[in-house]
């Protein structure tokens, strides 16, 4: 008795058309894109804001949720805190940020914003002397800190 062999899934893509290769190609690359932008990106996200914004602004911040629409290019942020440099209370904080991308954002490699909402914006200082508040040291800077050119928005 002989056995046919079943073709395998490499034998099969090179039996198809190039049509069929285009088409195949293109879905896994829109299946790509689909997974990364709806669960891949939005905890890397969250774990590179909430590590980067201390290192820069030297206060702690907390995300609770970053939701991304990588099809409508639209990004939520939910629960941010941003803490005073002593740790005792919120400096900066909002309930929930949404924000509407246009699609040329991604040709022009810049923040091109078509909307961007914010609802229940908070923010805490104190005035600590005559010209001196808990937020004096974000606008001197650092001598340390290079000169960068500034994002693309």
């Known amino acids: 008795m002989a056995t046919t062999k079943k073709p395998g899934c490499i034998e099969r893509l090179r039996s198809l058309s190039k049509i069929q ?3 195949f190609w293109c879905s896994i690359a829109i299946i790509f894109y689909t997974l990364t932008g709806f669960f891949a990106a939005p905890p ?5 804001l ?3 914004i201390p290192e820069s602004l030297h206060r702690n911040a907390s995300i609770e949720k970053i939701k991304l629409n990588p099809f409508t290019l639209t990004a939520t942020i939910d629960n941010f805190v941003l803490r005073q440099q002593e740790n005792t209370a919120n400096f900066i904080s ?5 924000v509407d991308m246009q699609i040329s954002s991604l040709i022009k490699r810049a923040l ?9 914006p908070q923010v805490n200082f104190t ?3 005559g010209s001196e508040y808990t937020f004096s040291d974000l606008l001197t800077g650092s001598d340390n800190e290079k ?4 994002p693309r928005v």
């Open 21 to 23: 290769k285009i088409g």
């Open 44 to 48: 890397l996200l969250k774990f590179i």
């Open 112 to 120: 091109v914003i078509t909307s961007f909402q914010i609802s229940g």
């Open 127 to 129: 005035r600590l002397s």
């Open 50 to 52: 909430e590590k980067k």
């Open 94 to 98: 909002f309930d929930r940020l949404f």
């Open 147 to 150: 000169a960068s050119e500034p």
